[in-house]
């Protein structure tokens, strides 16, 4: 019974098989002149037919070359491939036609589209950015050679979108190290570090409140955590953290927890002076004091 079953499948395949293979298509790849496939990928591509359209298109494009159809055919090659999502090899042809074709009526869109098919391919924020960095440099390419392109609006959007991704995997990069900070000082110190490179580089994103806040607590633990000799220094650094932070948001949500770190830093400096200066005092005490006199033995 069960060979019977597997009969049947493989003689249905081997039906499908000699159907497609005299299907109008196969024969036209087949036998069919140049003119006859570049008419068909043609008609293909304008039915959104992007499959047959770009294996006739990849077919033409080396017998084409120096024709007048070449042009086109590159285009509309370039285009088949991004409708099917495959926007690496988009880019790359879309890049590749308008270096060919610099003076084409096609050329400021293929420049466009090669920056688009880039943007597409962008992971998500939490993975690596080195695409989403290509991919942003592109389209600012694109608006620095044409400023007055129809496209240009739509490619300052997907900058700042891009931008968003860079600014939301470096706010997590941020976190991270704070997160990790209880494990190991260092951590402080890099939690800090990225926080500060963050405010740098995004001083208006809507995550610079938490961050600041961060950075206070984070140089605060790191004060904590830190050898006598270095606590001072790092709880000073605390408190203008702090100064900063409550200066720019007075009314934030994280301002009590602050406030907290900010007295407790106040005291901690307080206390550390008092033992400076009775350290001082014992020095000096032992600097001044007579010297003992031993008896010497008879």
Known sequence: MQHRHTVRVLLGIWVMFLLGSCSPFSKLQKSGTDDEKYKAATEYYKKGDWYRAGLLFEELIPVLKGSTESEL?????????????????????FKKFYETFARSDYAQEAMYMYAYSLYKDTPAFNLDQSNTLTATSALQDFINMYPDSKYKDEATKLILDLRGKLERKAYEKAKLYFKTSGFNIASYKSAVISINNFQKEFPDSEYNEELAFLKVDAEFSLAQNSLETKQK????????????????YPNSRFLKQSEKMYETSVKEIERLDTLEKEREKEKERLKNAPAKVTASKQ
């Open 73 to 93: 055919a590159q285009f509309y090659y370039a285009y088949t491939q991004y409708h099917q999502q495959q926007y690496l090899l988009s880019s790359t042809l």
């Open 233 to 248: 220094e790092r709880y000073q650094e605390a408190i203008s953290y702090h100064q900063a932070f409550v200066d720019k």
